[in-house]
C-alpha cells in the first residue's frame, strides 16, 4: 500500500533564514546575479509572512532558532569582506565568516523525505552539495524531538545518491512526479552547472519511502528550472482527484508529454512561463485548503487555482527569495498526514508566535558585501 496519499500533511518544517543572509552567487538562475546590499530584517519578516499564511490555510509551521545566529544579532547593520569575514559595520570586530553561515539552509524543501510507518517515523535524508550537508543536522534533530513528543521512534536512512530532497518530489494523488538532472541535458544550452538530484537519487528516496515503481513517473529538468518545485506542485482540489499544476516547459524532452501521459491530460492544470521563470509560480505551497504563492504571480494563475476551490494567499519575497531565487515551496518542508503532536508543543509557531515575532527586532536591517568576496568566489 503506497502512503502518497499521506505525504501531504498540514505540519510543515521551516528554517530561520540566518540574520548574515547573503545569497552564493551561482546556486540558480537568480543568484547567480551579484547583488551587494542586503536586509536581513525584509528577509526575515517575509519568513513570518510564510508561517502567517501557513496558519491561515490551516496548518503549523515546525522550527527551532538557532544559537548559531546569536553572534549576528543585535548589530544595526552588518559587512562582510573581500574574504568572506563578517562585522558590525564600522567595526573591526570579528563575529564570523561566510564559509562558517548556511546561506542555503533557508531552503527547507531540500529536506528529508518524511513517513510514518505505524510506530515509527522515517526518513530519507538528501545528499546535498558539500557546503550543505551540514544543514542536515537540523533536521534530524527536530524528527527526533517530533518522534518523542507523538510516542513513536526514529529511524533514518542515508541517500547514497544525489538527491536534493523534497524539492524533487511532486505527489498526485497516488502516483508521484520524481525530477532529477542530467549533465548536457540539463544544461544543453547555456554553461555547465552544478550537478542536482540524479535519477538514482530520486529512486532510492522513492524506494526508501515506501513508493512502488508503478506510481513513479520520471521526468528530466532542463535549465533554469534547478528542481521540480520551480515547474509543478501537486494540488488538491476542494472536489475531485489530485492534478498537478505545471509549466510544460521546464521539463527536457519529451518530458511534459511523458508527464501528462502518465496522469492525464484532464489532471495538469497549466502554468504560463512567465509565471513559471520570471515568478516561481510553480514553487506555490498548498497548505489544507489554501496555497501561498509568490507575490508577483499574475491574476490569471491565481484564478485558475481558485478554480480548483483552493484559497490564495500571497507572499511577498523580494529580500528572501528574489536575490537567491525560491517562493513558498522552497521555505517549506511537509511532515506526513498522518504524524500529530501537541498543540502546545514549543516546536510549533502557533505557540512561539510572540518570541518569534519579538526576534525580529534583534535581526540587523542591512548586510552590505564587499564586491572582491563574489569575485573570489568566481575564481574558485
Known amino acids: 500500500m503506497t502512503?502518497?496519499?499521506?505525504?501531504?500533511?498540514?505540519?510543515?518544517?521551516?528554517?530561520?533564514?540566518?540574520?548574515?543572509?547573503?545569497?552564493?552567487?551561482?546556486?540558480n538562475y537568480k543568484s547567480e546575479v551579484t547583488h551587494?546590499?542586503?536586509?536581513?530584517?525584509?528577509?526575515?519578516d517575509e519568513w513570518l509572512s510564510i508561517l502567517d499564511a501557513i496558519v491561515a490555510c490551516g496548518g503549523d509551521a515546525i522550527y527551532e532558532l538557532e544559537a548559531v545566529d546569536e553572534p549576528f544579532l543585535d548589530h544595526p547593520a552588518l559587512e562582510v569582506d573581500g574574504d568572506g569575514t563578517i562585522r558590525p559595520a564600522g567595526s573591526r570586530t570579528v563575529l564570523g565568516t561566510m564559509s562558517e553561515v548556511m546561506t542555503g539552509r533557508v531552503f527547507a524543501a531540500n529536506g528529508p523525505w518524511v513517513?510514518?510507518?505505524?510506530?515509527?517515523?522515517?526518513?530519507?535524508?538528501?545528499?546535498?552539495?558539500?557546503h550543505r550537508k551540514a544543514e542536515e543536522t537540523y533536521y534530524k534533530s527536530l524528527l527526533g524531538q517530533l518522534?518523542?513528543?507523538?510516542?513513536?521512534?526514529?529511524?533514518?536512512?542515508?541517500?547514497?545518491?544525489?538527491?536534493?530532497?523534497?524539492?524533487?518530489?511532486?505527489?498526485?494523488?497516488?502516483?508521484?512526479?520524481?525530477?532529477?538532472?542530467?549533465?548536457?541535458?540539463?544544461?544543453k544550452d547555456t554553461t555547465p552547472k552544478s550537478s542536482r538530484s540524479t535519477r538514482e537519487g530520486v529512486a532510492f528516496a522513492a524506494t526508501s519511502a515506501g513508493v512502488p515503481e508503478d506510481a513513479r513517473i520520471y521526468a528530466e529538468l532542463v535549465y533554469p528550472h534547478f528542481h521540480g518545485d520551480t515547474v509543478h506542485f501537486g494540488?488538491?482540489?476542494?472536489?475531485?482527484?489530485?492534478?498537478?499544476?505545471?509549466?510544460?516547459?521546464?521539463?527536457?524532452?519529451?518530458?511534459?508529454?511523458?508527464?501528462?501521459?502518465?496522469?492525464?491530460?484532464?489532471r495538469?492544470?497549466?502554468?504560463?512561463?512567465?509565471?513559471?521563470?520570471?515568478?516561481?509560480?510553480?514553487?506555490?505551497?498548498?497548505?489544507?485548503?489554501?496555497?501561498?504563492?509568490?507575490?508577483?504571480?499574475?491574476t490569471a494563475f491565481v484564478a485558475a487555482i481558485e478554480r480548483l476551490g483552493l484559497t490564495t494567499h500571497r507572499v511577498p519575497l523580494f529580500e528572501l527569495f528574489g536575490k537567491a531565487g525560491g517562493g513558498p515551496a522552497c521555505a517549506t518542508l511537509y511532515l506526513p498526514r498522518t504524524l500529530s503532536v501537541p498543540e502546545s508543543l514549543p516546536l510549533r509557531y502557533s505557540a512561539t508566535k510572540a518570541a518569534v515575532q519579538a526576534r525580529r527586532e534583534r535581526i540587523p536591517q542591512s548586510l552590505r558585501v564587499d564586491r572582491a568576496f563574489f569575485e573570489g568566489k568566481a575564481r574558485g
Not at 36 to 44: C, D, F, N, T, V
Not at 247 to 262: E, W
Not at 273 to 298: F, H, I, K, M, T
Open 3 to 27: 502512503r502518497l496519499p499521506d505525504v501531504y500533511g498540514d505540519l510543515l518544517i521551516v528554517r530561520p533564514p540566518v540574520p548574515a543572509t547573503v545569497n552564493k552567487a551561482g546556486a
Open 36 to 44: 551587494l546590499e542586503y536586509s536581513p530584517r525584509r528577509a526575515y
Open 268 to 298: 495538469i492544470v497549466g502554468i504560463d512561463r512567465d509565471d513559471a521563470v520570471e515568478q516561481y509560480a510553480g514553487n506555490s505551497r498548498q497548505v489544507a485548503g489554501g496555497v501561498l504563492v509568490p507575490d508577483g504571480v499574475s
Open 115 to 130: 513517513t510514518r510507518d505505524g510506530s515509527a517515523l522515517r526518513a530519507v535524508m538528501p545528499n546535498m552539495l558539500a
Open 147 to 187: 518522534a518523542a513528543a507523538a510516542g513513536l521512534s526514529v529511524a533514518i536512512t542515508d541517500n547514497p545518491h544525489r538527491w536534493e530532497g523534497m524539492a524533487d518530489v511532486a505527489t498526485v494523488g497516488d502516483r508521484v512526479v520524481l525530477t532529477y538532472a542530467v549533465p548536457g541535458h540539463y544544461d
Open 235 to 266: 494540488a488538491r482540489p476542494s472536489r475531485g482527484p489530485a492534478v498537478l499544476v505545471h509549466y510544460t516547459g521546464g521539463l527536457y524532452g519529451d518530458g511534459a508529454q511523458i508527464v501528462a501521459g502518465a496522469l492525464g491530460g484532464e
